[in-house]
């Protein structure tokens, strides 16, 4: 069927300027790790892609293994791309990423030249495009010249099949020594891909988020709830049709007894607060002026529709952060 955007779709979203650079991103962003594989019907996947679009999501993030099976994450958001989306390309940041094993051999993961810029030929050709917005070091090697990984992501721009780079998961250490190459080869290293929830803050403790403040990077935050432990999901048991029941990158062991009371201390914060505790999750990591944007996912369009919520109430009392801090510990 024929979709329609809706018109005021730039009306309901914040949007972000990332670090110093020129590109802006919605407070909320949507990312492909989960059910956008041949695991999931490709209506729910339209329907979470078209929810998000029509909430002034503008941006989409992947990675070469998404899936399952790996890649298929990237197929399937290139039909929605030429079907649903077809003529609204200009209005979308797209995403994708290269580190992880993608395929059998030496060249098929980590972070050499003839792997990043394979990989990256491999993408567009799933997603039907011709360049993608940000391309993205997807880990550190620690067995590569960080030379060589980012003159790979540069040539891929030099060659326009992206406009600006990215690294993941880098710690402070190696994004400064990344920025300092980037920075002389005149590559437009615009964002760091980092995991930050209020259960997971290795990035304040590690002194990424400064490193991001002082260079001028601006940050997408990834899994900040973390991956459905903070909503309303686990408050009592484990749905059948949740993360934690379906697959092995949330395990049940996270779920203890002692935890899940902690949740349910944190979602009594959220009600009181008048947001769900996703809406509160979301909130949480903008405290920190270097976020550019919260990357949740969604099995369904309607937890795209919550999380959006959000954004009605960003701030906290020193009273709320103080009893956050006693139940969400890292
Ligand atoms: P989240 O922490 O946002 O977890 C998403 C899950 O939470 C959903 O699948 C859903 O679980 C549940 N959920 C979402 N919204 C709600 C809601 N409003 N109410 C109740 N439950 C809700 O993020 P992800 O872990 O999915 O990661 C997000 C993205 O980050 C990925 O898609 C990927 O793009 C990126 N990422 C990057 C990594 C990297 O190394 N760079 C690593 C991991 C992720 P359920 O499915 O059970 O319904």
């Not at 917005?133 to 891929?156: G, K, V």
């Not at 099995?299 to 103080?322: M, Y």
């Amino acid at each position: 069927m024929q979709y329609t955007p809706h018109p005021d779709r730039y009306q309901q979203m914040i949007y972000n300027r990332c670090g110093k650079s020129g590109l802006q991103l919605p407070a909320i962003s949507l990312g492909l790790w989960h059910n956008f594989g041949n695991d999931t019907a490709h209506q729910t996947k339209v329907d979470i892609c078209t929810t998000a679009f029509d909430l002034g999501i503008t941006h989409f993030d992947l990675a070469n293994n998404y899936g399952p099976p790996p890649g298929s994450a990237e197929i399937a958001f290139g039909q929605i791309l030429k079907q649903q989306f077809a003529g609204y390309r200009d209005e979308l940041i797209i995403s994708t990423k290269a580190g992880y094993h993608m395929w059998d051999g030496p060249y098929g993961e980590w972070g050499s030249r003839k792997y990043i810029i394979s990989s990256c030929d491999q993408s567009l050709k799933r997603l039907g495009t011709d360049y993608v917005d940000i391309f993205y070091s997807h880990r550190f090697d620690p067995n590569t010249p960080l030379e060589e990984s980012m003159m790979a992501l540069d040539q891929l721009v030099r060659n326009g099949k992206a406009l600006y780079v990215g690294i993941s998961s880098y710690n402070s250490q190696r994004t400064k020594e990344a920025y300092t190459i980037l920075k002389s080869l005149g590559t437009p290293f615009v964002i760091h891909q980092p995991s930050y929830s209020m259960l997971n803050r290795w990035v304040e403790s590690d002194g990424l988020l400064d490193t991001l403040g002082e260079i001028g990077i601006g940050s997408i935050v990834f899994s900040p709830l973390a991956q459905g432990m903070l909503t309303d999901k686990y408050l009592h048991d484990i749905p059948e049709n949740s993360r934690a029941s379906q697959s092995k990158s949330l395990q049940t062991k996270f779920l203890s007894e002692e935890n899940r009371k902690n949740i349910q201390a944190l979602h009594a914060i959220a009600q009181r607060r008048g947001q769900s505790l996703a809406q509160m999750a979301i909130a949480w990591v903008f405290r920190k002026q270097q976020v550019t944007s919260a990357l949740i996912g969604a099995s369904r369009p309607q937890q795209v529709i919550d999380c959006v919520g959000s954004l009605k109430n960003l701030s906290f009392t020193a009273e709320e952060i103080h009893e956050i801090d006693l139940y969400a510990k890292d």
